[in-house]
C-alpha cells in the first residue's frame, strides 16, 4: 500500500509499504477514507519530538471503513464507517476505567522510554514516534487499528468523512481546552493560536457560556475564521504593541478569566524572551519555547484557568511559576481524552447545524504529503488544515 513516511527533519515522502495485518485479536484493519495533517505532526516533521525512525508511516487523525477484524471485536462490523481515536486505549485499565483514555497503561509497548523520561507513560498514540509505541498511523491506504473493540466510533450518514476526521483529535481537543476552563457565565476566555484547536476551543467556549472569546494570532485569516466559529474579538499580535496592556483593556483590568495556549512547544514571537527561546532551541540548550504559555500566565485573572492543549515536551524555561502561584492560577493540560468527547459532539454538530469542516482549508491525494506538509508548515496559501484522501 501507499504511505506518508517521516524520512527526516523536513522530509517526508510517499512510499510503497507492506499493507497492515491482524496482529492481535482485539485489532481491526481500516482502509482510510480521509486523514488530516496535525500542527503536532509538525512537530514531528521539525525534528523537535525525539524517538523517530526512518520509515515511521505518519498520521494519528484518520477515519475510513472497516475491512477487517480480529476475532476478540464484536462491537464493528465490516464495511462500517468508523472514526479513529488519535489515543489507543485498552478500556481496562485503572486509567481508561476512570475515562482517562489518553493516560492508558496497557497500549505503549515502549513504556519504558517514557517512564525514563517522565515518570510514568501515557497511551500508545497513532503515528506519534517509538516513545508513543511506533504504531503505523493513518496517513496511509490501510492501517491496524489494535483495541479495536475499544476506540472506534460508528458515523451516522449525517458526519462526513472531513468532519468524522476532525473528530479524531482537533475537534475534541479543542472541546476539551475549553471544558478544562470551567466557564462560568459571563466568562472572558481568551485563546492563543487560532489553527484547528484554537477554532474549536472557541466554538466550545462560546457552546459552553463564555460571554465573550478573544482569539489571538498573527495570521489574517486565521483571525477571520476565528470570527466565523464565535470570537468575538480578534488580535493581531504583530500589530499590537503591548498584547497584555490590550488584554486588561479589554477586561476592565482584571485579565482573561481563561486563558488557553493552542499553540504549545514551538511558539513565535518578537519580544526578548522569543529571541532567548529561538535560540535556546536552535542550539538544543532547550526543549520548548513556552513563549504563549509564559503571557498566558502573565495575562489571566487571579483565580482564573490557564488551560494547555498545546503540546509540550520537555523541560520549559523561564516560567513564571511566581506570577502562577501568586495569582491563585488552576493549570490543567494534557492529551485529549478523546474516546469521551466524539459521541457527544456527533450529537452536537447535529444539533447546532455546525460544520467543522468550515476550517478545512487544503485537500489532496496521499501522493500530495509532501508538498502540503511544507505549504501547512510555512502557513504559505492561507494553509489552516490540511485533509488527505487515499
Ligand atoms: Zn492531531
Ligand atoms: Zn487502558
Sequence with gaps: ?????????????????????ILNPRDAIIRVRATAICGSDLHLYGGAIPGMQRGDILGHEFMGDVVEVGPNVENLKVGQRVVVPFAIACGKCFFCSRQLWSLCDNSNPNASTLRKLYGQSGAGLFGYSHLYGGYAGGQAEYVRVPFADVGPVPLPESIGDEQAALLADVFPTGFMAAENCQIQPGDVV???????????AIKSASWLGAERVIAIDRFEERLELARRVGASETINYENENDLQE???ESTGGRGPDACIDAVGMEAHGTSLDAWYDRIKFATYLATDRPLVLRQAIH??????????????????????????????????????????????????????????????SHRGGLDDAPDLYQVFRDKTDDCTKVILRP
Aim: aromatic share 10%.
Design 1 to 21: 500500500m501507499k504511505a506518508v513516511c517521516w524520512c527526516g527533519k523536513g522530509n517526508v515522502r510517499v512510499e510503497e509499504v507492506p499493507d497492515p495485518k
Design 190 to 200: 481568551a485563546v492563543w493560536g487560532c489553527g484547528p484547536v484554537g477554532l474549536f
Design 246 to 248: 490590550r488584554l486588561k
Design 299 to 360: 495575562a489571566c485573572r487571579k483565580g482564573g484557568t490557564v488551560s494547555i492543549p498545546g503540546v509540550y515536551g520537555g523541560f520549559l524555561d523561564k516560567m513564571p511559576f511566581g506570577a502562577a502561584f501568586a495569582k491563585g492560577l488552576r493549570l490543567t493540560m494534557g492529551q485529549t481524552h478523546v474516546h469521551r468527547y466524539i459521541r457527544p459532539l456527533i450529537d452536537r454538530i447535529e444539533r447546532e447545524k455546525f460544520d467543522p469542516a468550515v476550517i478545512v
